[in-house]
């Protein structure tokens, strides 16, 4: 099935004098979305670009009372010329494959899923921010529709996909942010959904992000289910350090995201001069390095913040610095060479850009 995009043209000067604003995260949505329902009896089928508005379902679709829901998120970038380019929109396809499959929910074809993102992104073309730092987030996103009551899976399905006109994910730009440790809440246990993308792992994240708020931190660094002994990943991202000079992150498995911004690091960094490698380390083998500044920086990288340098460690009610509590030459050089590639002032060397035609009307 492939999608085509709509006429948008009505809505050119309303995205102009909109992106030229402020663009607080995750807030300024544009005016289309595609919908593309599922039915066991007939599968995909009527994939179309709508302008954006509120869906109707029944009050007894098992997405409310059952969990069914699995989304991504992907980014669209202006580059110098003009063009738009997606950035690794088929290794999100592909990780939303997975993930629907592990919630017994229809896999959304790879081809589909790139129609329609290029659908959205080529009917609202003109919403796509060219300042730095900015981009359209994309948010495509899979419900389960079916009206009725009883565990089990559902038989009908709606795939959808929206998008936001968007600045930084942390408002205060790149430098260091405060993350709590947490000692007693679980985020995912083996044997669940740790590793899929799923609303049921961010919800379970909230009550200690509320806590950490209230001690100033802007995420929290979670520890594995069973012993609350090994560094897992924050609650927006996946974690790197760097220890003597090589770059850190813990393995993936069930528990853990497997992060397209983290692969995009593994890859990339080796190309930088810095050496990478998966590692599992302790929570107190961590503190012990940062103390000893064996352990001389850390971060967080996710699609929405690219890299996101952390200064602090709330440990209980002790704050524990890294370094100097600045942004290390690691995590600069890392997010100023994916920021190149974003926005076209690198070379592509791994093929992850894929570009978004320019309608007649845009």
Known sequence: MRIQPVDAS????????????????????????????????????????????????????????????AFEGLKAHRQQDGTVMLFRAQSHAERMKRTAERLCMPPVPTELFLSAVNALVATDH???????????????????????????????????????????????????????????MSRAASGGLGSAKVGANYVASLLAAERAKAKACSQVLWLDASEHRWIEETGASNVFWVEDGTLYTPPTGDTVLQGVTRDSILRLAPQLGVPV???????????????????????????????????????????????????????????????????????????????VPRPEWA
Request: hydrophobic share 40%; proline share 7%.
């Open 10 to 69: 009505a809505f050119r000067e309303l995205a102009a004098t909109t992106i030229a604003g402020e663009l607080p995260f995750g807030r300024v949505f544009t005016p289309h979305m595609v919908v593309v329902p599922y039915a066991t009896e007939r599968g995909w089928h009527d994939g179309r670009v709508v302008e954006r508005g509120p869906f109707q379902i029944d009050p007894a679709a098992m997405c409310l009372h059952y969990g069914q829901t």
């Open 277 to 355: 490698e998966e590692k599992r380390v302790s929570i107190d083998e961590l503190i012990g390095g940062i103390r000893s500044h064996s352990i001389t920086e850390m971060f967080g990288s996710g699609t929405a913040a690219v890299v996101a340098p952390i200064a602090e460690l709330l440990v209980g009610d002790e704050l524990v610095t890294i370094g100097d509590g600045s942004p290390g030459p690691a995590s600069r050089k890392l997010y100023e060479s994916i920021t190149a590639l974003h926005r076209g002032r690198a070379p592509d060397k791994f093929g992850w850009l894929t570009p």
């Open 126 to 184: 003109a919403w796509v921010p060219d300042r730095e730092g900015t981009s359209m987030y994309l948010r495509p996103a899979l419900i389960a529709t079916e009206a009725a009551l009883g565990v089990r899976p559902a038989q009908e399905f709606l795939f959808f996909v929206i998008a936001t006109a968007a600045g930084p994910y942390f408002q205060g730009g790149f430098k260091g942010i405060r993350v709590a440790v947490e000692r007693t």
